[in-house]
């Protein structure tokens, strides 16, 4: 950096030199951030099929695969042996009865906290990030606010298991499920309205497949979650697999607009949400633009 100084013939060009190169170095470090969208899915879709590994591992579950259930057993689950089980209602593979009991139900607390903790930070960089990028808008502040209530309704399901606290758990679930639908609508129409490039297109598009597929995932799982038939509610918990693991994989998407994210977009969060004439200004000056005193501000300086 100090030999690209030193080839200016000028203050100005010494000064533009490095700060571009200052500029470029920043952009590198900070290219860092687009892992963190991926490591979302990548914990939590593993996470959850560990914790349905240990319920069915510990008979506190039924296998997926398993279609036969019963109106009663005479032994319960986790005392049943043989390679034929009794299931009953009480056993339908759904996300939440996974956890429900320990030992799996403390890692299920585990991946859901820290899982909400990801996503809040996540849809945290994406709204400063539409800012820093474009503008401010209603979608891009929607999302926020979503995106956060989904959080919160997350740590309710995974701290307040249904066995324990069913009134608490549905409402996390009541909360949750609904605002993580609205969230990737939002953000499939944000990426529509700020796309100007091809790839971003292919991404918007990408995007609005995955929202469908939650969509129908989750109104098939609600519907057949309220029925009496067994075969239904176990085609619930089925489509309820599917929905989150879809939900986890459209957090991952944001790694493309990730990889942009640089020291300016923190710097929008500690200006309050916005970037600011001062923020311009100095984002221009680093990048070794003209910058223009007026007169009242050569006067008070």
């Not at 701290?159 to 409402?171: I, M, S």
């Not at 995932?217 to 029925?227: E, I, N, P, R, T």
């Not at 493309?256 to 916005?274: I, K, S, W």
């Not at 004439?277 to 223009?292: A, C, T, Y």
Request: charged share 15%; with cysteine; proline share 4%.
């Amino acid at each position: 950096m100090r030999g690209e100084c030193e080839f200016g013939q000028g203050r100005g060009e010494r000064r533009k030199g490095c700060c571009l190169k200052q500029q470029d170095g920043a952009g590198e470090d900070m290219s860092v951030w687009a892992i963190l969208p991926v490591s979302l899915p990548a914990l939590t879709i593993t996470g959850i099929w560990v914790v349905y590994a240990m319920a069915l591992y510990n008979q506190h579950v039924c296998p997926v695969d398993n279609w036969l259930y019963n109106q009663s057993c005479e032994e319960e689950l986790h005392l049943q042996t043989g390679p034929t089980l009794c299931c009953t209602l009480e056993n339908v593979p759904l996300i939440s009865k996974c956890g429900t009991l320990p030992p799996e139900s403390c890692f299920f607390s585990l991946i859901c906290s820290t899982g909400s903790f990801i996503v809040m930070v996540i849809v945290l960089l994406r709204y400063a990030h539409v800012i820093e990028k474009h503008q401010n808008c209603v979608l891009n502040t929607a999302g926020l606010s979503t995106g956060w209530i989904c959080a919160a309704g997350l740590i309710m399901v995974g701290n307040f298991q249904v066995d324990n606290a069913k009134v608490l758990h549905y409402v996390g679930a009541g909360v949750a499920f609904p605002t993580s639908m609205l969230f990737v609508c939002l953000q499939s129409a944000l990426t529509y309205r700020l796309a100007k490039t091809q790839g971003e297109y292919y991404v918007a598009h990408l995007r609005l497949a995955m929202s469908l597929l939650a969509f129908f995932a989750l109104v098939l799982s609600g519907a057949f979650f309220v029925q009496e038939s067994f075969v239904l509610q176990h085609a619930s918990a089925i489509f309820e697999w599917v929905f989150c693991v879809i939900i986890m994989l459209f957090y991952g998407t944001f790694s493309f607009e990730f990889a942009g994210v640089t020291g300016d977009t923190v710097m929008v969060l500690a200006r309050g949400g916005a970037l600011g004439p001062d923020g311009r200004g100095h984002k221009v000056e680093s990048l070794g633009g003209p910058i223009s005193h007026t007169p009242e501000g050569i006067s008070m300086l």
